[in-house]
């Protein structure tokens, strides 16, 4: 079936793409609010965007009641996010984030979460999160109404020590973190731990 977008009702091409494009690593965001209240939302149209230097992007929809998400307005207006990795145990309290707060009530607080000064930047880092990058802005696109695309800059990468295997070659013990995933629909997931291995081709290089 081809789906013809400018004649889609409104909200069926965010369904087919999301039912698709499977699964979506999670960025878990923490941004600064205008009072200073932690803002901390997770976040599935995330993703690696460069390596050298390290680059991610983030695209933020409209909120529901109109206007831009609280996300998207901290980082419109500070240029500053870290994004943090979901593990297993940590889904609830990543779901429980997702439900909108005024922005003066901080998310992080309200899920039990804790919060970890960085480094270069004003927001604080997750805790409980087994990897944390501290970003800056690079870009800001608007993409629809109300809806952003934000490039980041990676300052900082953490990794909880227990992951970290050979820190100057960059190896991570990754099934050990048991990160997660979105899936379809509003409440699928799933875990990294199914996996196949294929070498590359002679001459293919390592990126
Ligand atoms: C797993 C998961 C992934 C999500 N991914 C996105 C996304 O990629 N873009 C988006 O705009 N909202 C996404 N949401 C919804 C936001 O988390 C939600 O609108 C949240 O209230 C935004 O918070 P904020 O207003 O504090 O920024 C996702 C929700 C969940 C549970």
Redesign the pocket.
Known sequence: MNFDVADLPPGLAYKLLTATIVPRP?GWVSTIGPGGAV?L??????NAMGGAPPVVAL???R??AGGR????RNIADQGEFVVNLVSEDLLPQ??MT????PPEES?LEAAGLTALASVHIAPPRLAESPVSFECRTLHCLETGPDQILVVGSVLAIHVADRFVLDAERGHIDTPALGLVA?MHGAGWYARSSDLVQLDRPAGGGRL
């Open positions: 999670i803002n939302a997770p976040f599935s149209f995330f695209g933020l929809m909120a529901p998400k609280d996300t998207a990543m779901s997702s439900a909108p707060l998310e979105r």
